[in-house]
């Protein structure tokens, strides 16, 4: 298996390189409207949002800013295939403009947009990022009623273009069985609130053109892509950042695209793809030894499982696991100055063995105390220098 990996940097309000319904999947951040850090990059595009921030004119400023990002979503939603999803990162903000402490309720904003777009919006997951910063309490402390609750989640807007999704050839419907997920991730990924993912690393190099990159975690891409794609998919991020969203789809065996404003972000990204490859491998065998984790605490707490993985050989809750099958970025090719192509392997048998073997030892050894691990994973920081 193969996948391709694009990137242009230009501004995403015209992606000329995607057609129209090529894309199952969006997941992206937009730069988060009324928080400083983006005052900037939204000022370069509209020249009147610096004059209303001038002015205090937070409301205004707030609309303006979301405008920028409605021409990207009027894109989203071209190249969209009809049943595709668009998973959107997105905090509220609170500021003081003026003598005005306010909150700008960006969720709220971008939700309106894309239903008069025509997206249908399905239940939302709130990320929770809890903060222990001794200055999180904003207002008047101890004393009634002059203070602010503090904000410490953002959310992950689920959007879907037109009805479900159709796999109605016997290839399409056998490549979703392979991409499935296990059970136990299934219960945690699609649960309303996320607490297991610590927010990433953000600092950047003194070259950039910021101090803080804005990055998600790598795994909440993962996750995302996981949930509502499958292999080979094409996924689209058009504020792509720093990449996390096309390493996200390399280690998931995605087709990717991505769009950047900001020149200086993905110099070398061909290097950091390149050297991520173990860790897309510890990525996939993190899930493996978490399942096989889980599967003993079920054998040991005397709970049958009923079915095997017919690739690796361990158990698995429902019969839908039977055939997922996870391909292994074995190396990447850069083809020009914007595409690369991953090449996959599948696991050997020696290496599903191992993992059986593993299994039913401890199952036949009654092995007990073992907890399933399912508190998050802990993936790698792939910004870290090695
Ligand atoms: C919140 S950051 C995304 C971070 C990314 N998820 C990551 O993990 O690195 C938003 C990005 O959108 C970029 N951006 C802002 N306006 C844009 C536009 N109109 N088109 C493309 N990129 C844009 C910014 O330069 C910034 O890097």
């Not at 306010?102 to 239903?115: E, G, M, S, T």
């Not at 996200?248 to 050297?275: H, Q, S, V, W």
Request: charge should be positive; glycine fraction near 6%; include cysteine.
């Amino acid at each position: 298996m193969k996948t391709t990996h694009k990137h242009y940097i230009c501004n995403a309000a015209k992606m000329a390189a995607v057609a129209d319904r090529s894309v199952s999947l969006v997941v992206t951040s937009p730069p988060y409207p009324m928080i400083e850090m983006w005052d900037e990059i939204f000022s370069r595009q509209d020249a009147k949002i610096e004059k209303a921030l001038k002015k205090s004119e937070g409301l205004l400023a707030f609309e303006l800013m979301h405008q920028v990002l409605d021409r990207v979503w009027k894109e989203v939603f071209r190249v969209l295939s009809p049943g595709g999803f668009a998973c959107i990162n997105i905090g509220d903000a609170t500021r003081t403009l003026g003598d005005n402490f306010a909150l700008y309720p960006n969720h709220a904003r971008i939700l309106n947009a894309a239903q008069a777009l025509g997206f249908t919006a399905l239940p939302c997951i709130l990320w929770r990022k809890q903060t222990n910063a001794p200055n999180k309490f904003m207002g008047s402390g101890m004393l009634p009623a002059g203070a602010y609750v503090t904000l410490e989640h953002e959310y992950i807007l689920i959007l879907r273009k037109g009805g479900k999704r159709e796999f109605t050839s016997p290839a399409a419907k056998e490549n979703r069985r392979q991409s499935a997920l296990f059970w136990e991730e299934r219960n945690q990924w699609f649960s309303d609130i996320w607490i297991d993912l610590k927010g990433t690393r953000q600092a950047m190099g003194k070259q950039k053109n910021r101090t803080r990159s804005g990055a998600f975690p790598f795994e909440l891409a993962y996750r995302l892509i996981n949930m509502y794609s499958v292999k080979q998919d094409l996924v689209l991020d058009p504020f792509l950042g720093t990449g996390t969203t096309i390493l996200a789809a390399m280690a998931a065996g995605r087709n990717c695209a991505g769009y950047e404003i900001d020149p200086t972000l993905l110099e070398n990204f061909y290097d950091k793809c390149n050297n991520s490859l173990d860790q897309f491998s510890s990525v996939i065998q993190q899930r493996i030894d978490l399942h096989n984790e889980f599967v003993q605490g079920r054998l040991d707490a005397g709970k049958p499982i009923k079915y095997e993985n017919t690739h690796y050989g361990f158990p698995v809750i429902t019969n839908q696991e039977k055939e997922i099958v996870f391909s292994i970025p074995v190396s990447v090719e850069q083809q020009n100055d914007e595409s690369m192509v991953v090449n996959y392997a599948l696991p050997s048998k020696e290496t599903s063995n191992v993992f059986a073997a593993a299994t039913k030892t401890a199952t036949v050894a009654g092995t007990s105390g073992v907890t399933s691990r399912m508190d998050g994973l802990l993936f790698p920081d792939f910004d870290k220098k090695r």
